[in-house]
Structure formats: structure tokens, C-alpha cells
């Protein structure tokens, strides 16, 4: 995938397993594209919400907020999604507010299973067709921090599982419309994040497959996150346990090549993991650095935005 057909894009969904930096990569992401100077909405699912915090700005919720020029962040929640979703379907906010404010119908809904993801996604699709008065489109790009994997496949799927029951009316259209927009290779792209271990690695490989042969979907670029650089050759690791083995127990120089050990063991495994996942997973891969800050501040992502441009 080149810089071009990369930033054509219109929504980027970024998944992985719990754990792996989907946030990091997503608000990475975005900050790029807005540097692009593309108008960008990035979206947390119904989440406790870390992209605000990570950005340096109080929590803003169910509403988008411009937080910066070109770029807004919102958290999506089942609640604020039936809204607009009822009125994109509806295009009425008394028809909306006769029918989905009333208290039996609330009650009903909320025990519908599957409707929380229905309604999220739906609201995805709202914002990309979200337009200004002119008629331009109100969002260059949208980027999606989905659910962690497990969920995160059902959530995409859900529209199909919609589609295999319904094949009329209202809802069976706008399923189908959403599903056009997951499935279509110039609008949409999944990127998969994982890490350089054992099981990220398995199950971004399974992850990958799904996406491609089961919801078939087209798939991004796989990012794979915290990769510790090369500092020392392998060979060196020998020399310091020589090393060690002279220097008085007690002496700091002791801990220090102990240290020096132990990042090339991580060294060492990390590449083999990235090279594992580079040859079962065919895709572009972003190699993102081992970053030491905890928890990571606003100016490291720029940072990583900087380096992922030099790439894409």
C-alpha cells in the first residue's frame, strides 16, 4: 500500500488484541492525518476513555469535540448512537422522540442483543456521511479504535449476521448500506496492531484470516508495537557474562551487564516474533519503537506521527 491509495482513505478501523497499543496507534494516526491536513474524527467505542487524557484534555464523552484545528475526538456510547441514529433512519426528531423516548420502547430496545454494536456502527457511517452546509464532507477521515479482537470481529460482523437474518425494510437497507462501507478497498482500511510476542503474534495471524476470508474486508497496514532497537551485536551478550563473572559480586557494574543481557534476550526475541508475523501475515508492516515513557505523553505520539509519515 502506498502514501497515496493510504491517505485516500475515508475510515480506518484499527483492532487487535487487548493490550497491544490499538489506542497508541489510533491516536497516531490521527495526529499524522491532521498533519496531512485532513479534517479527522477519532473514535473510541464505548470506553473509558484514554485519547483525551493522552492528548492532554479533559474527557469529553458521547459528543464530538474539536479538541484541536482539523481534529475531533469523541467516545461513541450506545446512548448518544440511537440518537443520531434514529434520526439519520428517521430524519425526524419528533417522529424520533415519539417512538425511541418512550419509556417502553427504551425498556425494550435496551434488551435487544446486539443493538449496542447496531447502533455504534451505525453511527460510524453518520459521520461519514456527515456534510457541511456547501454539501463537502464534514470529516476527511475517520479513524475507529474498535473493540479488542474477540469482540472486535463481532462487532464488524454484526451487519452480515443483521443481513443473514433480514433481507427486507428498513433496517436489512441500512446493514446493507453500512456493510458496503466496511467491505468497500477505496473507502475503508482495518489495520492490524499487534506486539512482538508469542501470543499477539498467534492472534493477530488469526485475526488477519478472519478479516480477510470470513468478513472480507480490506486490510491496512500491520503495525507492530514496542519493538526494542537493536543497541548491542548478538555476539557481545558472551563477552558481558565473561565479564560478569570477574567483577566482585557487589560491584554496580555487575547489574549493569546483567542489564545489558537482558535487552539483548528482548532484542533477540522480539525480532524473531516480528519476523514470524511479517511472513504469516501479508501485509505492509509500521515497526513502531519500544517508547519508555509510562504512561505516554502527547509528545511522544507526535513523535511516532513524524516517523510514520516519513514511511506513509
Not at 497491544?20 to 491516536?27: D, H, S
Not at 464505548?46 to 484541536?68: D, R
Not at 448512537?81 to 428517521?90: F, V, W
Not at 489495520?191 to 486490510?219: A, D, F, R, T
Request: net charge positive; aromatic share 8%.
Amino acid at each position: 500500500m502506498d502514501s497515496v491509495s493510504f491517505w485516500n482513505k475515508r475510515v480506518f478501523i484499527v483492532i487487535g488484541k487487548g493490550g497491544v497499543g490499538k489506542t497508541t496507534v489510533a491516536t497516531m494516526l490521527a495526529l499524522a492525518a491532521r498533519k496531512k491536513g485532513k479534517k479527522t474524527l477519532l473514535c473510541e467505542i464505548n470506553a473509558k476513555e484514554k485519547i483525551a487524557p493522552m492528548l492532554g484534555y479533559s474527557n469529553v464523552g458521547g459528543v464530538v469535540t474539536e479538541v484541536e484545528n482539523g481534529l475531533s475526538i469523541v467516545n461513541i456510547t450506545p446512548q448518544e448512537a440511537m440518537k443520531e441514529y434514529g434520526l439519520m433512519i428517521l430524519k425526524s426528531k419528533l417522529i424520533y422522540n415519539t417512538l425511541f423516548e418512550n419509556r417502553y420502547v427504551k425498556s425494550f430496545l435496551n434488551g435487544l442483543p446486539g443493538l449496542s454494536e447496531m447502533v455504534m456502527l451505525g453511527k460510524i457511517r453518520y459521520h461519514e456521511n456527515e456534510t457541511n452546509k456547501d454539501g463537502s464532507k464534514k470529516y476527511d477521515l475517520i479513524i475507529v479504535d474498535a473493540p479488542a479482537t474477540g469482540h472486535g470481529v463481532s462487532f464488524l460482523k454484526f451487519p452480515q449476521t443483521i443481513l443473514d437474518v433480514l433481507k427486507k425494510g428498513v433496517l436489512a437497507d441500512e446493514e446493507r448500506k453500512l456493510l458496503n462501507l466496511l467491505q468497500n478497498k477505496d473507502k475503508t482500511a482495518i489495520h492490524i496492531v499487534s506486539l512482538p510476542e508469542e501470543l499477539p503474534v498467534q492472534e493477530s495471524k488469526e485475526l488477519y484470516n478472519s478479516i480477510k476470508n470470513e468478513l472480507n474486508m480490506p486490510l491496512g497496514v500491520l503495525f507492530m508495537n514496542s519493538v526494542i532497537s537493536k543497541l548491542f551485536p548478538n555476539d557481545i551478550c558472551s563477552i558481558f557474562k565473561e565479564l560478569k563473572d570477574k567483577i566482585p559480586k557487589l560491584s554496580p557494574y555487575k547489574e549493569q551487564l546483567e542489564s545489558g543481557c537482558f535487552r539483548i534476550q528482548r532484542q533477540n526475541l522480539n525480532r524473531h516474533y516480528l519476523q514470524l508475523a511479517q511472513k504469516e501475515i501479508n501485509l505492509k508492516s509500521f515497526i513502531i519503537p519500544y517508547i519508555f515513557s509510562n504512561p505516554l505523553k502527547k509528545n511522544d505520539l507526535l513523535f511516532l506521527a513524524e516517523l510514520f509519515l516519513d514511511s506513509f
